[in-house]
């Protein structure tokens, strides 16, 4: 089966960026549901389990059920992790490589910050905005719709990505998307990306 993994922290510790009742009601809620529904599918077809990144990987084997479902369930799991509190991390801009290929990529942290921030207003509805690692080791900002992800559609590392369905924000900045994606930066985990860009350099 699969499972939910621990947040990595309490509920209230990305305020006041992001509030503590959001943080219980999408991971006790969205994100648990979409592994129970992920789990059931499964068992009612009789599938065998096999690693999320393999499923991700070759999702356009499987249903539209089990294609949002281990989105919803591989999205958030990386998510979480991606979070922060940065008073413990000493600060919520980016540092070592990360910061090397933002200033590469982008020019500096604003102009990367503002091309996400542009991206996410531009993805019509529900759906994400990630920056990934191509093959060549340039790096991209995109979206995807839904509970889709990069991964279903290149070969690529995820590095970061920021949910934008309203259940991510709605109970803090009401349908301001563009307020929540620039407050969001504040509990950024560099880490995360940084431990990545490090195995390709």
């Given at each position: 089966?699969?499972?939910?993994?621990?947040?990595?922290?309490?509920?209230?510790?990305?305020?006041?960026?992001?509030?503590?009742?959001?943080?219980?009601?999408?991971?006790?809620?969205?994100?648990?549901?979409?592994?129970?529904?992920?789990?059931?599918?499964?068992?009612?077809l009789?599938?065998?389990?096999v690693?999320?990144?393999?499923?991700?990987?070759?999702?356009?084997?499987?249903?539209?059920?089990?294609?949002?479902?281990?989105?919803?369930?591989?999205?958030?799991?990386?998510?979480?992790?991606?979070?922060?509190?940065?008073?413990?991390?000493?600060?919520?801009?980016?540092?070592?490589?990360?910061n090397?290929?933002?200033?590469?990529?982008?020019?500096?942290?604003?102009?990367?910050?503002?091309?996400?921030?542009?991206?996410?207003?531009?993805?019509?509805?529900?759906?994400?905005?990630?920056?990934?690692?191509?093959?060549?080791?340039?790096?991209?900002?995109?979206?995807?719709?839904?509970?889709?992800?990069?991964?279903?559609?290149?070969?690529?590392?995820?590095?970061?990505?920021?949910?934008?369905?309203?259940?991510?924000?709605?109970?803090k900045?009401?349908?301001?998307r563009?307020?929540?994606?620039?407050?969001?930066?504040?509990?950024?985990?560099?880490?995360?990306?940084?431990?990545?860009?490090?195995?390709?350099?």
């Amino acid at each position: 089966m699969y499972k939910a993994i621990p947040l990595p922290y309490d509920y209230s510790d990305l305020e006041p960026y992001i509030d503590a009742e959001t943080m219980k009601i999408h991971y006790n809620k969205h994100y648990k549901t979409y592994i129970d529904n992920l789990n059931n599918e499964f068992n009612k077809l009789n599938f065998k389990i096999v690693p999320i990144e393999n499923l991700i990987y070759n999702i356009d084997n499987y249903s539209e059920t089990i294609r949002n479902n281990a989105g919803g369930y591989y999205n958030h799991s990386l998510f979480w992790k991606m979070l922060e509190n940065p008073i413990k991390k000493g600060g919520y801009l980016p540092f070592g490589i990360c910061n090397r290929i933002i200033n590469r990529d982008y020019g500096n942290f604003n102009l990367f910050k503002n091309k996400i921030i542009e991206k996410a207003k531009q993805r019509f509805g529900s759906g994400w905005v990630w920056w990934i690692l191509n093959t060549d080791g340039s790096t991209t900002i995109v979206d995807t719709p839904y509970q889709d992800n990069p991964q279903m559609y290149y070969d690529c590392e995820i590095l970061l990505g920021i949910d934008v369905w309203e259940h991510a924000y709605y109970l803090k900045y009401q349908a301001d998307r563009v307020d929540y994606v620039d407050n969001i930066f504040n509990v950024i985990n560099w880490d995360y990306p940084n431990k990545i860009l490090n195995q390709y350099s």
